[in-house]
């Protein structure tokens, strides 16, 4: 299959480079081809889904551009650094400091305050205490929990566990906020209420990634990326009205 982006290009700057990005898993005897040469550039700013059906090589791009995980060849760069070649203390600290993930399970701590929950990645950048409190409280004002920093998980509602998972994702100012199936475990009320918060947090000119097997969700970004057999299969803008 042939990769063909149909988007076009802007003057803004490149955030995501993948060049020929290939994943190999070996499985025993068996070699699994999750990706076999993806191309793909997202500039600073934009707002992406990333759609496929299961085995599509989805999740291992999500995993790949998070840094989670890296190619068996080919080059990914983020905001023009090649990260494709580090080793995993590397990219744990690009991960902390410039990626802001948002998960459908929350992952939240469950005795921990929200607060507590926010602070978490400025405490392993090594931020002081100071400063954690007042970014943590910052990030919670913004997503609409300020009345809520002193409550745990299991004092809040589903929605409110996802907006204080978003409130953690943007504690560091990241360069990408990449969030996976966002909305999967929420109802579809609190799910618009989400996507509502992730186009008001685009507007205020973050760069945000969904990776979504929903078409609705897909829908509601301004880029739509499908991934199938490994592959690029379509790379469309989004028309609002």
């Known amino acids: 299959?042939?990769?063909?982006?149909?988007?076009?290009?802007?003057?803004?700057?490149?955030?995501?480079d993948l060049q020929e990005v290939r994943k190999i898993y070996v499985r025993g005897l068996e070699s699994v081809h999750a990706l076999s040469g993806v191309d793909l550039q997202i500039e600073k700013g934009e707002y992406v889904a990333i759609m496929g059906p299961s085995g599509s090589g989805k999740s291992t791009l999500m995993n790949i551009v998070g840094c989670l995980?890296?190619?068996?060849?080919?080059?990914?760069?983020?905001e023009d650094v090649d990260v494709s070649g580090m080793n995993a203390n590397d990219l744990a600290d690009v991960r902390n400091r410039q990626i802001g993930f948002v998960f459908q399970t929350f992952n939240l701590l469950p005795r921990s305050t929200?607060?507590?929950?926010?602070?978490?990645?400025?405490?392993?950048?090594?931020?002081?205490?100071?400063?954690?409190?007042?970014?943590?409280?910052?990030?919670?004002?913004?997503?609409?929990?300020a009345d809520r920093m002193t409550h745990r998980p299991n004092e809040l509602s589903g929605g409110q566990r996802q907006r204080v998972a978003i409130a953690r994702a943007l504690a560091n100012s990241p360069s990408l906020l990449l969030a996976d199936e966002p909305t999967g475990n929420l109802d579809s009320r609190t799910g618009e209420e989400i996507m509502a918060l992730f186009d008001a947090l685009h507007a205020e000119g973050n760069t945000?990634?969904?990776?979504?097997?929903?078409?609705?969700?897909?829908?509601?970004?301004?880029?739509?990326?499908?991934?199938?057999?490994?592959?690029?299969?379509?790379?469309?803008?989004?028309?609002?009205?």
């Open 208 to 241: 945000v990634i969904i990776v979504t097997h929903e078409e609705a969700v897909a829908r509601k970004a301004h880029r739509v990326v499908r991934i199938l057999d490994g592959l690029v299969a379509s790379d469309e803008p989004v028309l609002h009205e």
């Open 114 to 145: 929200a607060l507590a929950n926010v602070e978490l990645p400025l405490l392993y950048g090594g931020a002081r205490r100071r400063l954690r409190r007042e970014r943590a409280a910052d990030a919670l004002n913004r997503v609409g929990l």
């Open 1 to 16: 299959m042939t990769q063909t982006p149909e988007v076009p290009p802007t003057d803004r700057p490149v955030l995501i």
């Open 69 to 78: 995980d890296t190619p068996t060849s080919g080059v990914y760069r983020l």
